[in-house]
């Protein structure tokens, strides 16, 4: 079943001759459960496309569609409701508050919305991540490694049913590159929602499902690595 559809999506920064045309025209669908990897050199449009899918930044023209909801026909409140309730997001550079612990980091997305915390998931969350002996730790006390793994907690807490990850490797050495890695393909399976990841590492694009290339701000291939 389709859970993400992108219809002639384009973003365009700026007007007349400094206009930047950072998406132009692009069309895709995600399946339920797939892992699928972006990849395209810098400045492509691949950090863009993905703050489209994850309702950070709304398009110029076209439309996404998450589970049927055209997400930008919501309004900027009903927008960041949806967005806590049913979208992942995990940065490059963790996005945790520095004055929360890593509890408090972690549960903040249902903090926000109002939900009742569910005790089992946020324990299996910690113990996944090995987080168990920092959760009254403030980020400036944990490692690249240790705040990305808080960064994947947050993105989890409140069961999205799609995971969007932005380079979640590329400030991290290869050890703990490999180690983010496995634990989001972890939950991945496990947990079953949808994770795209963008990346740059050839190595990484290979363990998805399938891989969509950008360039220039549009689709420049499309491929299924397995099914």
């Known amino acids: 079943m389709e859970i993400l559809r992108i219809e002639h999506l384009s973003k365009i920064y700026g ?14 669908t995600v399946p339920e459960g797939q892992f699928v990897a972006i990849v395209g050199p810098s400045g492509s449009g691949k950090s863009t496309l993905l703050h489209m899918m994850g309702g950070v930044d709304r398009p110029s023209e076209g439309k996404v569609f998450v589970s049927d909801t055209d997400i930008y026909q919501l309004n900027e409140t009903n927008l960041a409701i949806f967005r806590r309730r049913h979208l992942g997001l995990i940065y490059q550079f963790y996005n945790l508050l520095p004055v929360l612990t890593v509890e408090e980091n972690i549960k ?39 705040q990305q793994r808080v960064s994947i907690g947050r993105a989890l807490a409140n069961h999205p049913s799609i995971v969007l990850a932005d380079e979640p490797t590329g400030n991290l050495d290869s050890a703990n590159s490999r180690e983010i890695i496995s634990l989001l393909k972890l939950f991945h399976q496990t947990c079953g929602q949808t994770l795209i990841i963008i990346t740059h590492d050839e190595k990484i694009a290979l363990q998805a499902d399938r891989i969509l290339s950008i360039e220039d701000g549009k689709i420049a291939g499309d491929e299924v690595i397995r099914r």
Do not use: K, W
Request: glycine share 10%.
């Open 15 to 28: 007007q007349g001759e400094t206009a930047v045309h950072a998406l132009s025209d692009v069309s895709f």
């Open 108 to 146: 903040l997305p249902l903090l926000l919305d109002g939900q009742e915390i569910d005790s089992a998931h946020l324990q299996m969350l910690v113990e996944t991540l090995e987080l168990t002996g920092r959760l009254n730790h403030l980020p400036n006390q944990l490692s690249g490694g240790q």
